[in-house]
Structure formats: C-alpha cells, structure tokens
C-alpha cells in the first residue's frame, strides 16, 4: 500500500477507472548523445509509441507506414495498424511532438474517456473507490464531463469548484474535437477490425459460448 501514497492527490489510482490515476505514469529517458540531459517534455505520449520510436531509432523509421501497406519479415508477411507514433524526430529536437491524444478504453472495451492536448473529457465514470472499482460498474453519462489538465490535474473540479457548471458550459467547445478524434480512430477499424473481444468479470460471454455451443 505504500505506493498508493506517492500520488495521494489523484481521484482514484486503481486501474480500471476513468481517471488519470489509472493511467498516468510519468517516464525518464536516458539517451546520451541523442537527447539533452535535464530536457522537460508535457506532451502526451503512450506505451504504444514505444515501438515505432525504437525502430526509428534502429534505423527503420517508416515501419507504420511499411506495416499498413503490408511488410515481409522473413517469410511471414504483416499487415496492421499501429496507434503508436514515431518519436524520433521530436526527442531529437528535429520536428513537433506527433502525438495530441489518448484514447482511455476499459479493460471492458469501453471508451470511457479522451484526452487530448490539455483537454481531458469523459463518457464512463467510475464512481467507486478503492478496490470496488472492480466490482461496481461504470456509469454512462448523458452529458460528458470535461477537464483542464493543465489547471486541474486531479480532476476535482466537478466537486470541488462552485463554478463548474457553468465553465464546462463556457468551455462546450472543447469538446467539440473529440468527434473528429474518436471518428478518426473509430474508422481505422473498417481496415482492421479487433482481433480479439475484450473479456469481462461477469458470465455475460460464458453464458453467450453456452448459448452458441447448445445451437451448433
């Protein structure tokens, strides 16, 4: 339990949530020769752009784009989709930070929120506290609730500040670039569709394997 006290500030730290706590991590890099020592980044970035970064850096920075058209690795050829993005250049100093979002999916397959840049905005709410957040269930909410990052990093406002009705209300636009992101993404899986279905706690896909084994 010690570790939970090194971020007491945060909403909830138990993964399976909605809330940064669950998902946000900070992270060092060590490169001499290629990055500045001491250099500060505050832009978003994800484990998953941890491979094209490290092909980059290889020697090989056009994977995602070889990967999307079809790439043969020996004699077995590949044809996928990476969300991760190349790194590179950035870290370098050599070009902009490429990643703007991050999509906040549950273990469930549910997007249960978006951030991007310094906007945060959530669909799910994990109410719960504690270890109940894997037991209680995710509450869909009519109206998304919205967050500055930069100036509420805990999100508290929603609690906390008598006034937040009002700011998310004067602040509706920064919501409005969510649809293009979650559209964007949402249309990369006509070409790719899941490979595999999220698992859940509960018998719903137990019952439905049932189901379909008494049909056959």
Request: with cysteine; hydrophobic share 40%.
């Amino acid at each position: 339990m010690k570790g939970l006290r090194l971020f007491p500030c945060f909403r909830v730290l138990h993964k399976n949530s909605n809330w940064e706590g669950g998902y946000r991590v900070p992270a060092l890099v060590r490169w001499p020769g290629a990055i500045k020592p001491g250099t500060q980044i505050n832009d978003i970035t994800s484990l998953e752009d941890l491979m094209p970064t490290l092909m980059a850096a290889a020697g090989e920075p056009d994977i995602k784009a070889k990967l999307l058209a079809g790439h043969t690795v020996g004699d077995q050829t590949h044809k996928v989709h990476v969300d991760g993005y190349n790194l590179m250049p950035a870290l370098q100093e050599k070009g902009e930070w490429p990643r703007h979002e991050f999509f906040h999916w549950s273990d469930s397959g549910s997007l249960v929120g978006l951030r991007y840049d310094r906007w945060k905005i959530v669909f799910q709410e994990q109410r719960a506290h504690g270890f109940d957040v894997w037991q209680e269930p995710m509450v869909t909410l009519r109206m998304p609730k919205l967050f500055d990052l930069r100036a509420d990093p805990f999100e508290r406002a929603d609690h906390e500040s008598i006034g937040y009705s009002k700011w998310r209300v004067e602040h509706a636009y920064a919501i409005l670039p969510a649809v293009g992101y979650v559209s964007q993404h949402l249309g990369t899986h006509a070409d790719f569709p899941p490979r595999q279905k999220a698992g859940t706690f509960g018998l719903d896909q137990v019952l439905q394997k049932l189901q379909e084994g008494g049909e056959k």
